[in-house]
């Protein structure tokens, strides 16, 4: 199993950017994506989640209006579009999968990426 994040980086406050996950090695359709985060001295926390059989999802009150989860089931993909970004979303960012249908805490990730630095500077 392989979950590979990209797309994260350096972006001033107020600016955008989209992370990438492309998933191999489990059946991507029948399998929840989340995304989750963790600062510096922070717990790790969800951020979004996208059940990908019906594309279900759900947001973290920090992502409500800001952020955009999605998934190309044709391409094993999952996507986390991130606009107004502040500086407290600062943090790696973590692409994880579960079997769990809805999943978004870290009790039911079976799976997790190596993460993907984003910074947003002030």
């Known amino acids: 199993v392989q979950l590979v994040e990209s797309g994260g980086g350096l972006v001033q406050a107020g600016g955008s950017l989209r992370l990438s996950c492309a998933a191999s090695?489990?059946?991507?359709?029948?399998?929840?994506i989340a995304w989750f985060r963790q600062a510096p001295g922070k717990e790790r926390e969800v951020v979004s989640s996208i059940a990908n059989r019906d594309h279900m999802t759900y947001y973290a009150d920090s992502a409500k209006g800001r952020f955009t989860i999605s998934s190309d089931n044709a391409k094993n993909t999952a996507f986390l579009q991130m606009n107004s970004l502040k500086p407290e979303d600062t943090a790696v960012y973590y692409c994880?999968?579960?079997?769990?249908?809805?999943?978004?805490?870290?009790?039911?990730?079976?799976?997790w990426g190596q993460g993907t630095q984003v910074t947003v500077s002030s």
């Open positions: 994880a999968a579960s079997s769990w249908y809805g999943a978004r805490t870290l009790y039911e990730i079976e799976y």
């Open positions: 090695g489990f059946t991507f359709n029948d399998h929840t």
